[in-house]
């Protein structure tokens, strides 16, 4: 059985930076595709931004340029680094990943609020 543990989510004022982590339970189990979605209240949850096995990226256009997403395969983790955050950016954030080989399926971490003050 794996998870995914995110962290990194936090209170900052406008204009500053966060780092959020999301990191396979058991490091054994190679994450093969990331994502990072977002949900602010009463919206629908949104696609942030994507990382491929290869280190290939791609953003929604309301990040790019401030969001970075990176991994560390060593450490079966998938990193997003927020800078320049704005108060829009405020929801909850979440992983979610495909291992390979195995287990089979989509995993989601359990969700890290972000909230930026003005």
């Known amino acids: 059985q794996v998870q995914l543990v995110e962290s990194g989510g936090g209170l900052v004022q406008a204009g500053g930076s966060l780092r959020l982590s999301c990191a396979a339970s058991?490091?054994?189990?190679?994450?093969?595709?990331a994502d990072w979605y977002r949900q602010a209240p009463g919206k629908q949850r949104e696609l942030v931004a994507a990382?491929?096995?290869?280190?290939?990226?791609n953003y929604a256009d309301f990040v790019k340029g401030r969001f970075t997403i990176s991994r560390d395969n060593a450490k079966s983790t998938v990193y997003l680094q927020m800078n320049s955050l704005k108060p829009e950016d405020t929801a909850v954030y979440y992983c979610?990943?495909?291992?390979?080989?195995?287990?089979?399926?989509?995993?989601w971490g359990q969700g890290v609020q972000v909230t930026v003050s003005s």
């Open positions: 058991r490091s054994i189990f190679r994450i093969n595709v």
């Open positions: 979610k990943a495909t291992f390979s080989p195995f287990p089979s399926g989509d995993y």
């Open positions: 990382i491929t096995s290869g280190g290939s990226t």
